[in-house]
Nanobody, 115 residues
Framework: QVQLVESGGGSVHAGESLRLSCVVS????????LSWHRQAPGKQREFVAS???????KYADSVKGRFTISRGSAENIVYLQMNSLKPEDTAVYYC?????????WGQGTQVTVST
């Protein structure tokens, strides 16, 4: 059974950086991509970035040029480097594993960006 644990969230000022980590445990053989999503208060969860087979990477337009998704030296870790943070980036950030028959989600980590 796949489990995801996010970490690295916190409170920062606009323009600062954070790096989120997602550690994946369990059978990874059916995972074809790992992604980050976020949910701001009162809003729907939205896609942020993903890394798939062959390290194919996608970003939401709102974070292109500021956020970078990458794998760690260990295959079971995915990072989200967030630079030039803005107040509108404030949200709970979730890691997700896209699998053949379902998606698995982590518990989320809070990111708060103040002016």
């Amino acid at each position: 059974q796949v489990q995801l644990v996010e970490s690295g969230g916190g409170s920062v000022h606009a323009g600062e950086s954070l790096r989120l980590s997602c550690v994946v445990s369990g059978d990874m053989s059916r995972i074809y991509s790992l992604s980050w999503h976020r949910q701001a208060p009162g809003k729907q969860r939205e896609f942020v970035a993903s890394i798939g087979i062959g390290d194919r990477i996608k970003y939401a337009d709102s974070v292109k040029g500021r956020f970078t998704i990458s794998r760690g030296s260990a295959e079971n870790i995915v990072y989200l480097q967030m630079n030039s943070l803005k107040p509108e980036d404030t949200a709970v950030y979730y890691c997700s594993a896209e699998m053949t028959l379902k998606n698995v989600w982590g518990q989320g980590t809070q990111v708060t960006v103040s002016t």
